[in-house]
């Protein structure tokens, strides 16, 4: 089992800077991996897909990067709709498909 | 619009079954692969169970495994998820997941859930 490993646990970012998150496949994934926000009470919302590509409606300000075991998901200059939770999720080849634990990204 | 809208939740008592079903629209369901992820109360993401646009592929997670049916009936543009022998480790939040075109677990469309709780 691949096993993802997100940091940190949780951020304290002040709206209008930089948040960056990580993620880390315990084998190499290629560049099979997305990028979620989750919301209290609401499904999960991809973003991020093939590590870098924006999903349909996602704004510029949240750009992936990685490949093989190391990732990162980076929102420009925070918004308020954007403290939310960050699950990274790969898609390799073979079940299971796993998520990290997820990154909690709230108000400092 | 593209919408899933899941059902069949509820309260059951350990050893108990219950029956979850995924109502899609707005998409040819039958060209997509789908998914079932839960989210247990306070907890992270968990992939449960994948079955592919013809029924032609089925896979679970080991938790699951001999306990949940993975089930589709593209006709009725239906996903279904039979759960058995359940236990109160399966209390979470069931979400049915579109897979993006040729993918089969990068997900890109999620109904809003339905809860399910396994207690006495």
């Known amino acids: 089992e691949i096993v993802m490993t997100q940091s940190p646990a949780t951020l304290s970012v002040s709206p209008g800077e930089r948040a960056t998150l990580s993620c880390r496949a315990s084998?190499?994934?290629?560049?099979?991996l997305a990028w979620y926000q989750q919301k209290p009470g609401q499904a999960p919302r991809l973003l991020i897909y093939?590590?870098?590509t924006r999903a349909t409606g996602i704004p510029a300000r949240f750009s992936g990067s990685g490949s093989g075991t190391e990732f990162t998901l980076t929102i420009s200059s925070l918004q308020s709709e954007d403290f939310a939770v960050y699950y990274c999720?790969?898609?390799?080849?073979?079940?299971?498909?796993?998520f990290g634990q997820g990154t909690k990204v709230e108000i400092k | 619009e593209v919408q899933l809208v899941e059902s069949g939740g509820g309260l059951v008592k350990p050893g108990g079954s219950l029956r979850l079903s995924c109502a899609a629209s707005g998409f040819t369901f039958s060209s997509y692969n789908m998914n079932w992820v839960r989210q247990a109360p306070g907890k992270g993401l968990e992939w449960v169970s994948s079955i592919s646009s013809s029924s032609s592929y089925i896979y679970y997670a080991d938790s699951v495994k001999g306990r949940f049916t993975i089930s589709r009936d593209n006709a009725k543009n239906s996903l279904y998820l039979q759960m058995n022998s359940l236990r109160a480790e399966d209390t979470a939040v069931y979400y049915c997941?579109?897979?993006?075109?040729?993918?089969?677990?990068?997900?890109?469309?999620w109904g809003q859930g339905t809860t399910v709780t396994v207690s006495s």
């Open positions: 093939g590590a870098s």
């Open positions: 997941a579109r897979a993006a075109a040729r993918t089969l677990t990068l997900m890109d469309v």
């Open positions: 084998q190499s994934i290629s560049s099979n």
């Open positions: 999720h790969q898609y390799n080849n073979w079940p299971p498909w796993t």
